[in-house]
């Protein structure tokens, strides 16, 4: 005969709930609690509602990785992470070695085969901080855009907020964020930004231009309009060394005046274009692709990167 059973508690998952049963002490002896002993204590805490706890685990957190988005707690969501982003407010002395950070991605989305990983993991930069707050499944996607940009660290250099149905206001209310003026990585596909107007859009890339690397905003339903209105701004963007805007309804003319108005950005190498729309018989259907027009065009592309004597700069289409 079957009984349904609740899952029998394991000894680490009775050891953790022990530890915050006394939770000052719990976080004083964090330093000393072996690795095995951190996932269950961190699920309880967070599960529990513990935030001086969370606050203090993400300081010694001892895998490059932490991903909650499974996680169902009873407090805010918002609340528990403010806690925790709090956690990470607190940094060494560049010269300390006292405290050895292994934390480098806080992945808050729900799906737990995702391959997310944090470029800046193998570089001198020992503080990247990968926020993935915007993502689709993400369970911070109930929460007001304006409370999600407060609660991220001040100098992130990386955001990824595709497929999270971004407003114009959203766009508003990221310009005007601290964590603008330090953003190195930025991709924004997949949202129907540009629908409506340019401009929140324009004074975001104004905002990054002195620090943005690496911008993709494939599938923003981006039109020549669009394109020509934020070329100047994406002109000053000196330090742009890659560039993706991939599935948008753009035609051979306004592609050739961006490759003109890129050309002096001496650090871009990698441009991914979308397909120009006179290649395609029917816009938007990759089944009515007109592969002779698509390699006309590259081979356009190609001419110009040789005019501009720019051959070191990569271009390619999404369909390549």
């Given amino acids: 005969m079957k009984m349904d059973q609740k899952p029998t508690a394991t000894l680490l998952e009775l050891a953790a709930k022990s530890l915050l049963s006394n939770e000052p002490a719990a976080i004083h002896a964090l330093n000393e609690i072996p690795r095995d002993l951190f996932v269950p204590l961190f699920n309880a805490a967070f599960l529990g509602g513990h935030k001086q706890m969370l606050k203090a685990m993400v ?14 707690a009873r407090e805010s969501y918002y609340e528990i992470v403010e806690a925790m982003i709090d956690g990470l407010q607190i940094l060494p002395a560049q010269n300390s070695s006292s405290w050895q950070p292994k ?35 993400s369970i911070l996607k109930i929460e007001e855009a304006q409370n999600n940009v407060r609660v991220l660290p001040p100098r992130m250099d990386t955001l990824y907020l595709s497929f999270c149905g971004l407003s114009n206001r959203d766009v508003i209310v ?18 129907q930004i540009f629908s409506e107007v340019d401009e929140p859009f324009l004074t975001l890339l104004e905002k990054v231009s002195g620090t943005l690397e690496h911008l993709e905003v494939n599938n923003c339903f981006i039109t020549d309009s669009t394109l020509s209105a934020i070329l100047p701004a994406l002109s000053l963007c000196s330090k742009l060394y890659f560039l993706s805007f991939a599935f948008n309804p753009i035609t051979m003319p306004a592609l050739k005046s961006l490759l003109q108005h890129l050309a002096p950005l001496r650090r871009l190498k990698h441009v991914i274009y979308p397909v120009p729309v006179h290649c395609y018989n029917e816009w938007n259907f990759l089944e009515t692709l007109d592969r002779r027009k698509l390699a006309e065009a590259q081979a356009q592309v190609n001419m110009m990167l040789k005019e501009v004597q720019r051959e070191d700069m990569k271009w390619a289409s999404c369909c390549d």
Avoid: M
């Fill in 174 to 191: 990221l310009s005007q964020s601290s964590q603008a003026t330090h953003l190195r990585v930025l991709n924004l596909s997949n949202n």
């Fill in 59 to 72: 300081r010694v957190w001892p895998f490059c990785c932490l991903h909650i988005g499974s996680l169902n």
């Fill in 103 to 137: 934390l480098r991605i806080l992945d808050l989305r729900y799906d737990l085969d995702c391959e997310t990983t944090c470029s800046e993991i193998r570089t001198t930069f020992p503080f990247c901080f990968q926020s993935c707050i915007y993502s689709q499944h």
